[in-house]
């Protein structure tokens, strides 16, 4: 039986998974494609390039007519870049690391839906109070950047104080064991970040792929060496979870140390595509991915892979 929740009928789509916003990995090819699959597809642009925004807009509308939308860093984009997108009717804007509050009459006015990614409760009232749409409960076992809270007890006590705001719940997540226990927790969804990397339509390259598929959990780490080597505006509270390499190993605990010669070496290394330096964000969840398949595909083996989960689950109730 079709997974049918809030999210869905929000959206008209077929199944409750949505695709991370992830900067740098989720241009508009790989949000059609989530869309084309039944899911929910998010460009991830940052703070906003307006340029990039409209190209990577254009791919998605050129390749879907299901729905689909945009995240932005919160902390980073500015009005202009947010007309821009909202020029695009994309069905949903996410805000993400940062207070929602300057943004979210303007997204609402537009009559588009409005998604805010929370990393504690605080975050998560402000979301509520701004009038978000759905609230998306991120816990730190994801890929990227993020707040302290684990996702298996933060979604419930977000779900509790949502009323009837549908919840999404992210982090840990890549398959459909991990979107029915979310459903479970009475999340109308899960996003997915880092599974989604490992498919043809991510905006990244072979050895990136290479490199998510054959690490563990205990190849990622998470703190601030890569936003301070980069010199990234991050606020602090948000470290990002990456897999390690020999940069990050050296200097994830000295970043105090990390001074002009050592950031300018980083970002030489970045430029020149050195894996010692280049950071690859992934979440916990890579454990559970072991092939690239196509994102739409893998949209309906997710669901599909849920729907088993819970009937499992109801046997044994």
């Known amino acids: 039986m079709p997974l049918r929740t809030a999210l869905t009928e929000m959206f008209g789509i077929e199944h409750p998974v949505v695709l991370a916003p992830m900067g740098g990995v ?33 791919i998605a509308k050129a390749a879907t007519s299901r729905p689909w939308g945009i995240g932005f860093l919160t902390w980073g984009v500015t009005p202009e870049v947010l007309e821009a997108a909202i020029d695009q009717s994309p069905s949903a804007i996410m805000l993400s690391f940062g207070d929602p509050a300057p943004f979210a ?9 409005l998604m805010v990614q929370v990393s504690s409760m605080d975050e998560t009232r402000r979301a509520l109070d701004v009038g978000a749409d759905v609230v998306v409960a991120q ?12 996702t ?41 970040g880092t599974r989604f990397e490992a498919t043809p339509e991510a905006l990244l390259d072979a050895d990136e792929v290479k490199a998510i598929l054959t690490a563990e959990a205990s190849d990622t780490t998470r703190g601030r060496a890569v936003d301070i080597a980069a010199g990234a505006d991050w606020p602090a509270q948000y470290p ?33 595509r050195d894996f010692d330096y280049v950071p ?28 088993r989960a819970l009937a499992v689950a109801g046997k044994h109730a």
Not at 105 to 113: E, P
């Open 105 to 113: 009459d303007t997204i609402s006015a537009a009559g588009i839906a």
């Open 240 to 272: 990002a979870r990456t897999l390690r390499n020999r940069f990050i190993d050296e200097w994830q605990d000295r970043v105090a140390e990390l001074d002009d010669a050592v950031r300018q070496e980083y970002r030489a290394g970045v430029e020149r």
């Open 26 to 58: 989720a241009g508009g090819a790989l949000a059609a494609a989530v869309s084309e699959g039944g899911g929910l597809g998010l460009i991830g642009a940052g703070s906003g390039n307006q340029r990039w925004v409209e190209r990577e807009c254009g």
């Open 280 to 307: 690859i964000w992934a979440g916990e969840a890579v454990d559970l991915i072991a092939e690239q398949e196509s994102a739409s595909v893998l949209v309906g083996r997710i669901a599909e892979q849920a729907e």
């Open 152 to 192: 298996l007890p933060f979604v419930p006590a977000v779900v509790d104080i949502a009323g009837s705001t549908p919840v999404l719940a992210a982090g840990g997540i890549a398959d459909g064991r991990g979107l029915a226990a979310a459903l479970a927790l009475g999340a109308a969804g899960a996003m997915l």
């Open 139 to 150: 816990g730190m076992e994801a890929g990227g950047h993020g707040g302290g809270r684990a």
